[in-house]
């Protein structure tokens, strides 16, 4: 009885735990199996550059630095021949007017002012020293010139009046103008000083009825500086 009983036993197989040197045996064959297949390359091929297409309109921080500083050294060299020019001197002959005309010169420079002009022709003048600055007007072909302008303003755009340039200069050989001053060319014509009460009590009579205040948008192309009633 006790002998059949352990055949009918089930026998109960217990799985014996793996030695450490076992275990590093197994996962060293699965790196070999691992280490023998087929890589796949993680690099992708790189796509190479055409140089006939052209990449001048891409970003480029380098090129553009370069430009930058071009475009700001051209900017000084004009800055600097602005200013060289403004510092020009010119020998302006203006008529101090008061219903006839009283003929002076005054030394300035290209970057005066109509206003610090004015100033120069009232301390010349006795007539006008009593005067301020801003009762006086100063007229250039029958234009009234507003105080803010300068000669300069006028050069360098090429401001034209009712009959030509409003400012013409020229090199003067005269040797008692220092530093090769320019003085307007005898064809132009000579401004007007006068105060500015006298305008507003004769500004219906010729030739006050003909002045106008200077718009640098407008052509005066086709006025006449002559007093429409002479024939």
């Known amino acids: 009885m006790r002998g059949s009983k352990k055949k009918n036993k089930r026998k109960k197989t217990i799985e014996k735990p793996k030695l450490s040197f076992e275990l590093d045996s197994d996962h060293e064959e699965e790196q070999k199996k691992f280490d023998a297949s087929p890589k796949i390359s993680e690099k992708k091929a790189k796509v190479g550059k055409n140089p006939n297409v052209d990449t001048s309109f891409l970003p480029d921080k380098e090129r553009d630095n370069i430009e930058r500083e071009q475009r700001e050294h051209y900017r000084q060299v004009w800055l600097q021949e602005q ?46 020293r009593g005067v301020s600055v801003d009762n006086l007007m100063y007229i250039k072909e029958d234009l009234i010139i507003p105080h803010h302008y300068t000669f300069y303003d006028f050069i360098v755009n090429k401001a034209r009046g009712k009959s030509g340039p409003l400012f013409n200069f020229d090199a003067h050989e005269d040797i008692r103008l220092v530093n090769d001053a320019q003085i307007e060319k005898e064809d132009s014509h000579v401004g007007k000083v006068c105060e500015r009460t006298w305008y507003e009590r004769n500004k219906h009579i010729f030739p006050a009825s003909r002045w106008e205040l200077y718009d640098p948008e407008k052509n005066y192309g086709s006025y006449s500086i002559k007093d429409p009633l002479l024939k």
């Open 83 to 128: 200013e060289r020019i403004k510092a020009e001197p010119v020998e302006i002959t203006y008529s101090y007017w008061d219903g006839s005309g009283h003929r002076k010169k005054t030394s300035c420079i290209k970057g005066d002012s109509i206003s610090k002009f004015l100033e120069k022709c009232r301390i010349q003048s006795n007539d006008l």
